[in-house]
């Protein structure tokens, strides 16, 4: 009798490795509530902050800021109203955002309006092309991406991660120049264009790295290589890059050049002696594949990604089911995506400013 009862239960060295297996994703899933916690009310705070210093520099009768002196048009306060409630309306018609995302988009919207029209429209095309890539087919991408919502639906923190540093920009623009728009022109403005700057790079490198993935998923066939050892990796690995989606975060990022020298020649008068804009169109495809690479150094090292034996895929949470690939629980992809459109805000203008006055020799030649 008790032969067949040892039979039937399992060895000590089993049940000993699955509760250690078991306690450690425990504290892992710990760990990663209050890391999200503590990122979620970072995010709050600075964007409190950020709208409180915008208010008041807007509304102060002050004349310590250049451009503050204009009084703003009443058609930019109607617009600041009007799109960002379309926009939000429309996202959650179509399933695009949900509530708390909607009410963040329309806040950043009207941060954008306000600043400026050309800012406004970069944000417009990031959200409407990334809308319409991310449901490109939807079926392959579910099989693929464990975390994959109907839609692709994002919620506050994402729409936050993705605009913050965007609407931190407009803020630092309304305080230096003004709600209107501007030219680039780093020689004689370069506070402002350098404001400028980080703006479009900021916003390339989102819709770069967002054209990426969703495009990399879609219709990627060769096996993605992870961009800190250059091994295969599974389709959908954090860090994982390819030819198509590295040229895709190239297109997504010149996207949003092409819109500000677009919006540009609408809304500003461009004289003969003016700088040339068009290399704001490079500008915008370098950024966004330097972004998309920073994005993916970051998801490689410091967010998790594993195969689950169970789902038959790649997920970004430990469990007795996964094995690792590659990355450490520390960041999510929402944290991943804010850190990168920061670094890249912060590195491009610098390295534009190296290349921006050649255009102006180009120009005197021609």
């Not at 996202?91 to 941060?111: E, N, T, W």
């Not at 003004?178 to 400028?196: A, D, H, K, P, V």
């Not at 998801?299 to 089911?321: D, H």
């Not at 450490?328 to 990168?340: A, K």
Request: one cysteine or more; hydrophobic letters at 45%; aromatic letters at 10%.
């Amino acid at each position: 009798m008790s032969h067949s009862l040892c039979q039937c239960c399992p060895p000590v060295g089993y049940l000993v490795k699955a509760i250690k297996q078991a306690i450690c994703h425990q504290l892992t899933g710990y760990l990663r509530i209050v890391l999200n916690m503590l990122y979620t009310m970072l995010v709050i705070v600075i964007t409190s902050v950020s709208l409180l210093v915008w208010c008041i520099t807007v509304f102060a009768n002050s004349h310590s800021f250049q451009g503050m002196n204009e009084p703003i048009h009443p058609m930019r306060y109607l617009l600041s109203i009007i799109i960002p409630i379309y926009m939000s309306l429309r996202g959650l018609r179509k399933g695009s955002l949900d509530q708390g995302g909607a009410i963040a988009g329309f806040i950043l919207g009207v941060v954008m309006v306000l600043s400026s029209y050309s800012f406004m429209i970069c944000v417009m095309v990031f959200y409407l092309s990334s809308s319409k890539l991310t449901k490109f087919k939807m079926k392959r991408k579910k099989l693929i991406d464990a975390d994959y919502t109907e839609g692709g639906q994002r919620n506050w923190v994402q729409v936050l991660c993705n605009g913050g540093v965007p609407c931190e920009l407009a803020i630092l623009y309304v305080v230096d120049n003004g709600c209107r728009e501007m030219l680039i022109n780093i020689n004689q403005n370069y506070g402002t264009s350098f404001i400028i700057l980080a703006f479009v790079s900021a916003v390339a490198c989102s819709c770069g790295d967002t054209w990426a993935s969703e495009i990399g998923m879609a219709i990627g066939t060769d096996q993605p290589r992870l961009i800190t050892s250059w091994r295969k990796v599974p389709v959908g690995t954090n860090g994982g890059v390819s030819w198509i989606g590295a040229a895709s975060s190239a297109l997504g990022g010149a996207l949003i050049g092409i819109a500000y020298f677009v919006s540009v020649y609408m809304f500003c008068d461009i004289g003969p002696l003016d700088p040339a804009q068009w290399p704001v169109i490079i500008y915008g495809a370098v950024s966004g594949l330097v972004g998309s690479s920073i994005d993916s150094v970051l998801g490689a090292t410091l967010q998790y990604s594993g195969w689950c034996s169970r789902k038959q895929c790649v997920v970004s949470q430990a469990s007795p089911t996964t094995t690792h690939i590659t990355g450490t629980p520390l960041l999510d992809n929402n944290s991943v995506n804010l850190l990168s459109s920061l670094f890249t805000s912060l590195i491009m203008p610098v390295v534009a400013v190296a290349y921006w006055p050649l255009s102006d020799v180009l120009k005197m030649a021609l």
